[in-house]
């Protein structure tokens, strides 16, 4: 048998895993940060027009530059943000993974490096990784937020030309304050005096927070940009798709390297449709606020240590064996996640049942580990 070691693999690839979140077939599943309202019916139907519509064309590439898509999410987001963007300034891809890597490709690799605060969302050092792309790992404080000071110390020692913020950030809920963008943002441009750096903010669960998006920043600022995504919010993480806004120059760098034809027609076509039912898909939001406020709450109340979150999910801990939690949790037929972040395990927020079965279940645990 071939071993994975065996291959001519590249060497920064050796010893690595790959993102695994576990899809077990569990009742309640509480571990990808998914919405857990099924698509509306009329949605379905919509799609599966659209979808047919598309199909009657599939011998023909797809429009390259998804260019009614993108004017869409444009009007999207000024429309609930408040701040004009247009379809120039905005780019959309299989996922914000996608987007990622098309930013690292166009920005990072090879001899470049790439920051980010951890605990944070793996995939960014992970497709820096698979881009070629140095990744350094910065702090982030007791209470899990962005150590502004540190972070500035860690930008100018290390001069990355790809700066992470995460907000809210995934694994802790955690929203970032817009002056510590602003003074990552400076901090980074001069760290890099000829051509500034890139800095991303990661906004995939921006719809659930309490503070307004980070969007307006990216006025005047050349090498900010937001990317978002239809995975969270919107309950369409099987559609596979994210975006981003940012300066038109940023578009027109991604496209030196995104695949040509990447987002297929049936992708347009059923982003279109789910983008036409943004209202009723936001309205599970507001309900999936109410109950993340509940979760944190409620695991107070049994003695859990919680981190604030602004995002579809919870941290959760203190445990001596967070492994030993989550397995027990899991034999309670819950499953949660285990980010690796020292002593605490991360919930997704569920429908109102399922959040009450994941409470039952940290109950009997926590009864379990007492004795
Ligand atoms: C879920 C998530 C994404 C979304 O990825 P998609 O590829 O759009 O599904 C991006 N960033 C963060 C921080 C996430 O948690």
Redesign the pocket.
């Known amino acids: 048998m071939t071993r994975i070691d065996d291959l001519p693999l590249r060497d920064e690839l050796r010893g690595m895993s790959p993102y695994g979140a576990p899809q077990l077939d569990v009742p309640v599943r509480l571990n990808t940060?998914e919405n857990p309202f099924p698509v509306p019916e009329a949605l379905v139907r919509l799609i599966a027009d659209r979808v047919s519509d598309a199909a009657r064309t599939l011998n023909r590439y797809p429009d390259r530059d998804a260019v009614v898509l993108r004017t869409q999410l444009a009007g999207y987001l000024t429309r609930t943000t408040g701040y004009q963007v247009g379809p120039h300034q905005v780019w959309a891809a299989n996922?914000?993974?996608?987007i990622i890597q098309q930013l690292l490709q166009a920005f990072g690799g090879p001899g470049r490096t790439a920051i980010g605060f951890d605990p944070s969302?793996s995939?960014h050092s992970l497709i820096s990784r698979g881009t070629g792309t140095g990744w350094i790992s910065g702090p982030r404080n007791e209470h899990f937020g962005i150590d502004r000071e540190a972070a500035v110390a860690a930008i100018h020692e290390h001069r990355p030309e790809v700066v992470f913020v995460?907000s809210p950030n995934?694994p802790t809920g955690t929203a970032v304050e817009a002056e510590t963008v602003l003074a990552l943002y400076e901090a980074a441009q001069a760290a890099r005096p000829e051509r500034g750096a890139l800095v991303v903010v990661?906004e995939?669960?921006a719809e659930f927070s309490h503070r307004p998006s980070l969007l307006p920043l990216i006025e005047g600022r050349p090498t900010l940009v937001l990317?978002r995504?239809m995975?969270?919010a919107f309950g369409a993480?099987g559609l596979?798709l994210?975006y981003l806004a940012a300066d038109p120059a940023v578009v027109e760098a991604v496209l030196l390297v995104r695949l040509p034809y990447h987002l297929s027609a049936v992708t347009q076509a059923t982003a279109h449709a789910a983008l036409e039912f943004a209202d009723t898909l936001l309205g599970y939001v507001d309900e999936l606020k109410a109950e993340r406020d509940r979760l944190v709450t409620e695991l107070r109340e049994i003695g859990c240590e919680v981190t604030e979150s602004d995002a579809n999910f919870v941290q959760f801990g203190r445990f001596e064996d967070p492994k030993d939690v989550w397995r027990r949790l899991l034999d309670h037929g819950v499953l949660v996640r285990d980010n690796g972040v020292p002593g605490r395990l991360r919930v997704s927020c569920g429908t109102r049942e399922e959040n009450d079965t994941f409470l039952d279940a940290v109950r009997a645990v926590m009864k379990e580990i007492s004795e």
Request: net charge neutral; aromatic share 10%.
């Open positions: 940060n996922g914000s993974n996608e969302y995939m995460c995934n990661d995939a669960y990317t995504t995975s969270k993480a596979r994210g």
